[in-house]
């Protein structure tokens, strides 16, 4: 029992962050959060897939809340994260988003 509390005060000293659990599509809800600060979503359909051992693609799609009516920009908007051992590993937009530079 020591050995637990003693291990447990090191590793919280350390400043280690000890992750809740969080689905993909979660993450990758979050990730379009970031990638467009200034809209606000309300996420539908989320869901994820396995596309090898080690490998998962997770895809969210939400509606724009921000947007005034008769707004030109469609509300809908659809992204796919890709992690690969649970990193990261890639992002993009399916439906909608940002406007793209030229």
Request: proline share 7%.
């Amino acid at each position: 029992m020591g050995l637990g509390v003693g291990l447990a005060g090191t590793v919280a000293g350390c400043g280690i962050d000890v992750p809740h659990s969080v689905s993909m599509p979660d993450r990758c809800a979050e990730v379009m959060r970031l990638a467009m600060p200034s809209a606000t979503f309300e996420t539908g359909n989320e869901r994820s897939r396995s596309v090898g051992i080690d490998s998962i693609t997770a895809t969210v799609e939400a509606v724009r809340t921000d947007l005034p009516a008769g707004a030109t920009v469609a509300p809908e908007v659809a992204v796919e994260c890709r992690f690969d051992d649970g990193v990261l590993d890639g992002f993009r937009w399916t439906k909608g988003g940002p406007k793209q530079s030229p």
